[in-house]
């Protein structure tokens, strides 16, 4: 029960590495505000029950992580609710394939919004609080693509990318108030994201083979490490970005 008490916000979290970080940290003793865009409403209400059996408090709320007047709004009302945030997990992403040179400008930009935008506008958000009590704890999501840039993904792991430095600066600004900022680079994990990407089984086996641990992720791998950035378990970690891959990149 590491977590036992926080209050911890998902964005996200209607499916995917979300959903599965809504329910592990909820069994590892948290309270969470399960958000999503409104269109995911159903999906996220159907998380946040499984939150419950937990014996945890799951919030549910609409959110679009582009929208910052929306994303204060949304802060505001959960602080309201559950008291405090202690931990913002910054999970909502988009990728949609394309090569570099096919990539129309409406593609670059949902991702800059979604994927880099949004951890600005959701952290900025969380932060007057965690500052008023010099402790608070943001967890990135951010990607093996952003570390080395992947064919097809370039303006993803341009976003990742800037993820990861997003979460070292915020790391050097906000450890001297309490504020431990990480991030988590997943390799390839079996959501409906990593199945848009990787759709024939030949090539799933292919990259399987390619892991030190010979098998793709799932949602549920992400659970662990994510408990460790948001729990006094890193004490001593701030501004570091850990792949959690089974072995598939190692820098
Ligand atoms: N699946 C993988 O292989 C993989 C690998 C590395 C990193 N990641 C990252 O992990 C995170 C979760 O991905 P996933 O695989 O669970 O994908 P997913 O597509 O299953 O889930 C993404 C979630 O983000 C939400 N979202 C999208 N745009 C949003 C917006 N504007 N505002 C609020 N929410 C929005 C979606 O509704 C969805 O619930 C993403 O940041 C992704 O880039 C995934």
Avoid at 54 to 78: C, H, L, Q, W
Avoid at 94 to 113: A, I, N, Q, Y
Avoid at 171 to 187: F, T
Wanted: charged share 20%.
């Amino acid at each position: 029960m590491y977590l036992k008490d926080k209050t911890v916000m998902i964005t996200g979290a209607s499916r995917g590495i979300g959903a599965a970080l809504a329910k592990g940290m909820a069994a590892a003793g948290a309270d969470i505000v399960l958000t999503d865009l409104e269109r995911e409403g159903d999906a996220l209400a159907k998380v946040a029950e499984q939150v419950r059996v937990s014996g945890r408090e799951g919030m549910t709320i609409p959110i679009d992580v582009t929208d910052k007047s929306r994303v204060e709004a949304v802060v505001a009302e959960a602080t309201e609710q559950m008291g405090q945030i202690d931990v913002l997990v910054n999970n909502a992403g988009v990728l949609v394939l394309s090569r570099l040179d096919e990539l129309d400008e409406k593609t670059w930009d949902l991702h800059f919004d979604v994927n880099a935008k949004g951890i600005l506008l959701c952290t900025n958000a969380v932060l007057p609080q965690m500052k008023a009590r010099q402790a608070g704890r943001i967890v990135n999501i951010a990607s093996l693509a952003g570390r080395q840039g992947i064919a097809q993904q370039g303006h993803y792991a341009a976003t990742k990318a800037t993820a990861i430095t997003l979460t070292r600066v915020f790391a050097q600004e906000l450890g001297d108030q309490g504020i431990y900022v990480n991030a988590l680079c997943p390799g390839i994990i079996m959501t409906e994201m990593g199945q848009n990407n990787l759709q024939k089984q030949e090539d799933r086996d292919y990259w399987a083979g390619t892991t030190a641990l010979r098998r793709l992720g799932e949602p549920e791998d992400i659970v662990g490490p994510a408990v460790f950035f948001a729990s006094e378990l890193s004490g001593f970690v701030t501004g570091q970005s850990l792949n959690v891959c089974g072995g598939l990149y190692f820098h």
